[in-house]
């Protein structure tokens, strides 16, 4: 059975840092890869889809890379912004029910707050 | 852009009540999901549907059930709304890519409060 995890599950970075989070799933094959941002309260927000032909996704000061092999993608986040601060949730597409639609895995998220 | 929309921001029901959660998607896209967020527990899926009138379970179906009469309009359902249905509600939409890949677009969600 497919597993996402994010670690850690909380960061706090002062202003202008660059960091990196990280998603881990347990099941290499998979199809696309996409992260997202959620602010509370609030919907998920598209960030980045890398997809099945791809390693890599930029947007911005979002750089997202995906390893099948090893089981990890990494979320990129240049000069960070108090505005930055936010959940990010991973999520990966393993399976493929028996309607032929793809299933989404989500992680539990990293809660990212960003001080000024 | 594409635009997912749900019909409520905030809903506060009684228990046993007949509740309907409906989202609706401006894209024409084929997928539809309805997801609930719980501290702690991630997001699990209760039903998706992958083309008018058809649909699937999700991994938490117990307690709903969903209805898809047109392409951009799918519905949630709690028959008798139970307090342990308190939940952040979100819908989802997906949208096929060249090459089979395929990505999802969310609406603001709703937070159901059962009392």
């Known amino acids: 059975k497919q597993e996402v995890t994010q670690i850690p599950a909380a960061l706090s970075v002062p202003e202008g840092e660059n960091l990196v989070l990280n998603c881990s799933f347990t099941?290499?094959?998979?199809?696309?890869l996409q992260w997202f941002r959620q602010d509370p309260g609030k919907g998920l927000t598209s960030l980045l889809l890398i997809q099945s032909s791809q390693r890599e996704q930029t947007s911005g000061r979002l750089n997202a890379s995906l390893d099948k092999s090893s089981g990890r993608s990494t979320l990129y986040i240049a000069a960070s912004q108090p505005g930055d601060s936010a959940t990010y949730l991973c999520?990966?597409?393993?399976?493929?029910?028996?309607?032929?639609?793809?299933?989404?895995?989500f992680g539990t998220g990293t809660r990212l707050k960003v001080l000024a | 852009d594409v635009k997912v929309t749900q019909s409520s921001r905030y809903l506060v029901k009684r228990t046993g009540e007949k509740v309907f959660l409906e989202c609706v998607q401006d894209?024409?896209?084929?997928?539809m999901f309805w997801y609930r967020q719980d501290p702690g527990l991630g997001l699990r899926l209760i039903y998706f549907s992958y083309d008018v009138k058809m649909k699937e379970k999700g991994d938490i179906p117990e307690g709903y059930s969903v209805s898809r009469e047109k392409k951009e309009r799918f519905s949630l359902i709690l028959e008798s709304a139970s307090t342990n249905q308190t939940s952040m509600y979100l819908c989802?939409?997906?949208?096929?890519?060249?090459?089979?890949?395929?990505?999802?677009?969310f609406g603001p969600g709703t937070r159901l409060t059962v009392t």
């Open positions: 099941d290499s094959a998979i199809y696309n």
């Open positions: 999520a990966v597409i393993p399976l493929m029910t028996t309607s032929g639609t793809y299933k989404y895995i």
């Open positions: 989802a939409s997906s949208l096929e890519l060249a090459g089979g890949d395929y990505e999802q677009y």
């Open positions: 894209m024409d896209h084929e997928n």
